[in-house]
């Protein structure tokens, strides 16, 4: 069974910078589309972006292109979250999930695996 860890997370001021990592055991990591979400307070878990199984393709929310990055390494079973230009609405718990499908969708029902979050603070 897939596992997923989230690391990376703490707090950072508005216009700063933050790596978050997913590690992923338990399976193959280029057999599965990985994604983050976000979850702020008082509000539904959302999008943020996903990656195909190679890196070749990627898709991001619109509240964070040109300024997030999502990348991986197969080698390693890893995914990354380059956060650049933090703003304090992306304050969140940041989720990472696995999806066995090909293509890079964003609905949370297509993710089969999910890591327990790591919490991000943007300071205003």
């Known amino acids: 069974q897939v596992q997923l860890l989230e690391s990376g997370g703490g707090l950072v001021q508005a216009g700063g910078s933050m790596r978050l990592s997913c590690a992923v055991s338990?399976?193959?990591?280029?057999?599965?589309?990985l994604a983050w979400f976000r979850q702020a307070p008082g509000q539904e878990r959302g999008f943020v972006a996903n990656?195909?199984?190679?890196?070749?393709?990627?898709h991001y929310a619109d509240s964070v292109k040109g300024r997030f990055t999502i990348s991986r390494d197969n080698g390693e079973n890893t995914m990354s979250l380059q956060m650049n230009s933090l703003k304090a609405e992306d304050t969140a718990v940041y989720y990472c999930?696995?999806?066995?499908?090909?293509?890079?969708?964003?609905?949370?029902?297509?993710?089969?695996?999910w890591g327990r979050g790591t919490q991000v603070t943007v300071s205003a």
């Open positions: 999930a696995a999806s066995g499908t090909n293509q890079l969708l964003t609905q949370e029902t297509v993710y089969w695996f």
């Open positions: 338990g399976g193959t990591a280029s057999q599965y589309v």
């Open positions: 990656i195909g199984w190679n890196g070749e393709s990627s």
